[in-house]
């Protein structure tokens, strides 16, 4: 009875300064709010730019052949078929294999002349690189043994050599030679020309490139990992088997984990910095709270001497306070969570359509506990001021 009593009393109080309650409760619902928030828009961002690696090329570990500008190339210690070969047959947990070439070449298109990348690619490059075909097809089993004279093209050079028409099954003529295109392609996530994929690229069948270049060096042998764990292994056996094969040559052998590694913290410290900025901000509605329940107890004075003098206990008074408190900080977090489980939804037909905002099921745990113990904690100084009152003195209180 003394509990649905104080329960009562607390719920007739707020109802009774209903304005001030709300303003009270408006710094929670804020606070609740820009936790949920930050923490989505970390988390989401995070996810956005570790997808954004990965789709390079997931897994992946990539060597080269590392030339030394003051020494001519020793032709021994390029990679070359066999290498990629061996990477696929003796080491385990490779998925795929592939190895490119590039050269610089012209094309003319529309009688301007353009410098492209001529770039021989084995089969599984598309795999591997996660490269998107426009329209056409990637070269298959039958191209590469026949070495027959096709290609894909870039969607850039696609526009600036056959503008307002299909480029499959037209010829385009590359330095001395003639190639019929049978796709156009683009990188799922632009390298912006740090690979051999650059603005106008011409990809050919690897044996064709062999056929004129007159030797089957790689610049570039790419193994996919089967699980993210393995391409540390990889790294190392890739490595030690291009040493093994060519003692006298120098590999750069990397993967993307450094990337990712890095992109992961930058994601974490990012996610802590604005749960902090939602801290701070709790901690500001909940000191607001406290010195409105320090006025409200002062106001309140007389009230609670009567209370008191007709039996209230220390224990209801007390009570009565933190249940305001609670109330008060409850509802906010609640409100602040529904407009923060809002937002997105709201905002998502204005954001690409491969970018989702998932609310982070813990963001909300976490806003609710924080804005709950933070009007438990700024409340209970008030409540216990007003729990500690002497009947005759409030009595008295004017």
């Not at 004279?149 to 526009?159: F, N, P, R």
């Not at 069948?205 to 610049?219: E, R, V």
Request: glycine fraction near 8%.
């Amino acid at each position: 009875m003394l509990r649905s009593e104080t329960w009562r009393v607390a719920l007739e109080a707020l109802w009774s300064n209903k304005l001030r309650a709300f303003l009270t409760t408006l710094g929670v619902v804020i606070g609740s709010a820009c936790i949920v928030l930050v923490v989505t828009v970390a988390v989401t961002g995070r996810s956005y730019v570790i997808n954004q690696i990965e789709s390079v090329g997931s897994n992946i570990v990539y060597a080269s052949y590392v030339v030394n500008p003051q020494q001519a190339v020793v032709m021994s210690n390029q990679i070359t078929m066999a290498d990629m070969n061996a990477v696929q047959g003796a080491i385990p947990n490779v998925v795929a294999v592939a190895g490119t070439r590039a050269i610089p070449e012209t094309v003319v298109a529309g009688g301007t002349s353009l410098r492209v990348a001529l770039v021989g690619a084995t089969e599984g490059f598309q795999v591997i690189r996660n490269l998107l075909i426009s329209s056409g097809r990637f070269v298959d089993a039958v191209d590469l043994n026949s070495r027959s004279k096709v290609c894909l093209i870039t969607e850039d050079l696609a526009g600036k050599a056959f503008p307002n028409q299909d480029p499959v099954g037209q010829r385009i003529r590359v330095g001395e030679v003639g190639f019929t295109v049978i796709g156009v392609f683009k990188e799922r996530v632009g390298t912006f020309g740090l690979s051999e994929i650059q603005q106008y690229t011409v990809l050919v069948p690897f044996p064709l490139m062999s056929y004129y270049t007159g030797d089957d060096a790689m610049d570039v042998v790419y193994a996919q990992a089967a699980t993210p764990e393995d391409v540390p292994a990889l790294t190392s056996r890739v490595e030690q088997l291009l040493h093994t094969g060519h003692p006298g040559g120098t590999y750069l052998v990397q993967n993307l984990s450094g990337i990712l590694n890095a992109a992961r913290s930058v994601g974490t410290a990012l996610t802590v910095v604005l749960v902090l900025v939602g801290l701070i901000a709790l901690t500001v509605s909940g000191i607001g709270i406290m010195n409105i329940m320090l006025v409200t107890v002062t106001e309140r004075t007389r009230e609670i001497g009567i209370r008191k003098a007709i039996g209230a206990r220390h224990r209801e008074i007390l009570y009565q306070f933190l249940i305001e408190a609670i109330l008060m900080s409850g509802i906010g977090s609640l409100l602040g969570i529904l407009i923060a489980l809002l937002i997105p939804v709201i905002v998502q037909p204005l954001l690409p359509g491969n970018l989702r905002v998932p609310v982070p099921f813990l963001s909300v745990v976490l806003a609710f506990f924080v804005a709950c113990s933070t009007g438990l904690f700024f409340g209970y100084l008030p409540a216990n001021k007003a729990a500690n009152l002497q009947p005759t003195e409030s009595l008295r209180y004017e």
